[in-house]
C-alpha cells in the first residue's frame, strides 16, 4: 500500500478545505478529550499520593469546625500512633482572588517529619522550627511566583482575618513527580498567637507504626473522644481526599459521558465527508477497476485515507493537549494540582483518531469495493 502513498495523499488534498475543515474537527475534539481525561487522571493521581500510613483525625460534624490542640497527646498514647501533628486551612489571598494556593498553619516541631516524601534541607527545617513568620513552599508554587528563599510573602486572611507575612525560609521539592507542590506551610505558632492563644487546629495527622492496623486504631481514635465536646472522625489520608473529590458529584460519569458524546459527533462528521469524497470519485474507481485495481485494493486506499485525515487530528489534538498543559503548569486555580497529560491519555486519543478513521472509512470502502464498472462509468454526480 505504500506505493500508493503519493496517490493517496493527492485524493486527501484534493478538497483541501473541507479535509481542513474535518482534521480541525477531530483537532479540537481530541484536545478536548484529553482535556477531560486529565481532570480524571489528575483526581487519581492525587488520591495514589495518599499514604496508608497516615490517619486524618477531624471534628466529626464538619471540617469548619476545630479540634483542641490538646487531643494531641492523648492522641499519640493510642496504641498503634506512632506520632501526630496537626494542621489548619488558613485561606488567605495573595495579592489577588485568582492567585488561589493551599495555605496550612502547621505543627513546626513535627508536621516535616510526617511527609519525609518533601524534601528540605535540616537548614530550612531548622529556621521553620524556630522563626515564628517562617514559612516553606512547593517547588511548583515557588516556580509560578517566582519564590526565593528569603522573599516576603503576604497574604490576607479572609478565616482569619489581617494582613498576615511570611518569610520564605525552605522551597520544598517532591520525591516523585505526581506529588503536590502548589501549597505553603507556615509556622502554626503565629497563628496561634495572634489569634490570642486561641488552642484550636483544624485536624491532626496520625502516623502509625503499622498501616495494616489503620481501621482499629482509626475506631479507637474516635471512640476516645466520643461523647465529648468535640467528637472526632478519623479516617485514612486517601479517604480523607476523597471525601473532597466526592463533593463535586459523580464526576467521572460526567466527564465520561461529555467525552463519549463528542466522539461519537466527530464520529459522524468524518464518516461524512468520507462518504462524500468517495462519491465524488465514483467513476475514478471505476477506471481503477477497469485497469486492474482489485477490489481490496481499492477498500485499502479508501481506509488510509480516511485514516490519514482522522490521524492528523489526533496527532494535532493530543500533541497540543500535552504541550499546552506541560508548558503552562495549569492547575485551574489550584484545584488540579497535578494537571499532566499523561502517555495513557495520549494513547487513547491516537487510539481514538484510529478508530474514527476505521469507522468513517468501512462504509465508503465497503460501497467502493461493490461498485459495478460499467455502472460506475454512467455515474453522473
Wanted: aromatic share 10%.
Amino acid at each position: 500500500m505504500t506505493r500508493y502513498l503519493p496517490y493517496i495523499l493527492r485524493n486527501t488534498l484534493r478538497n483541501k478545505r473541507r479535509t481542513a475543515l474535518t482534521v480541525l474537527s477531530i483537532f479540537i475534539s481530541l484536545f478536548l478529550f484529553c482535556t477531560l481525561r486529565t481532570v480524571i487522571t489528575s483526581l487519581a493521581a492525587s488520591l495514589e499520593s495518599a499514604s496508608s500510613a497516615r490517619l486524618i483525625t477531624r471534628r466529626s460534624t464538619s471540617l469548619t469546625f476545630m479540634l483542641p490542640v490538646s487531643y494531641r497527646d492523648r492522641l499519640t498514647q493510642i496504641p498503634g500512633v506512632e506520632d501526630a501533628s496537626w494542621m489548619t486551612w488558613f485561606g488567605g489571598i495573595y495579592i489577588d482572588e485568582r492567585n488561589f494556593f493551599a495555605q496550612f498553619a502547621v505543627d513546626p516541631q513535627r508536621y516535616l517529619e510526617l511527609y519525609p516524601e518533601y524534601r528540605l534541607t535540616p537548614e530550612e527545617k531548622d529556621v521553620f522550627r524556630r522563626e515564628r513568620t517562617a514559612c516553606i513552599v512547593g517547588e511548583k508554587l515557588a516556580r509560578k511566583y517566582g519564590f526565593e528563599v528569603g522573599d516576603r510573602i503576604t497574604l490576607r486572611g479572609t478565616i482569619f482575618e489581617g494582613v498576615w507575612d511570611f518569610t520564605v525560609c525552605g522551597v520544598a521539592y517532591p520525591a516523585t513527580p505526581d506529588l503536590d507542590t502548589n501549597w505553603l506551610l507556615f509556622n502554626g505558632e503565629y497563628l496561634n498567637q495572634r489569634m490570642g492563644d486561641f488552642g484550636q487546629v483544624g485536624a491532626f495527622v496520625l502516623k502509625l507504626d503499622d498501616p495494616a492496623r489503620a481501621g482499629d486504631v482509626a475506631r479507637t481514635v474516635d471512640a476516645t473522644f466520643a461523647n465529648s465536646a468535640a467528637e472526632t472522625k478519623t479516617e485514612t489520608e486517601k479517604a480523607f481526599q476523597m471525601g473532597f473529590i466526592s463533593m463535586l458529584g459523580n464526576i467521572q460519569a460526567v466527564i465520561y459521558a461529555l467525552g463519549s458524546a463528542i466522539v461519537i459527533a466527530i464520529g459522524l462528521v468524518s464518516m461524512n465527508t468520507m462518504m462524500m469524497a468517495a462519491r465524488e470519485r465514483t467513476r475514478e474507481i471505476a477506471v481503477l477497476k477497469a485497469l486492474g485495481f482489485a477490489d481490496r485494493t481499492v477498500v485499502g486506499l479508501v481506509l488510509v485515507e480516511s485514516l490519514l485525515i482522522t490521524l492528523a487530528g489526533g496527532l494535532l489534538g493530543a500533541g497540543l493537549a500535552r504541550l499546552v498543559f506541560g508548558l503552562t503548569d495549569f492547575t485551574a486555580g489550584g484545584f488540579f494540582p497535578s494537571f499532566t497529560v499523561t502517555d495513557g491519555t495520549v494513547a487513547q486519543a491516537l487510539g481514538i483518531a484510529l478508530f474514527l478513521g476505521v469507522v468513517s472509512g468501512v462504509a465508503p470502502a465497503w460501497n467502493a469495493a461493490r461498485l459495478h464498472i460499467v455502472d460506475a462509468l454512467r455515474h453522473t454526480g
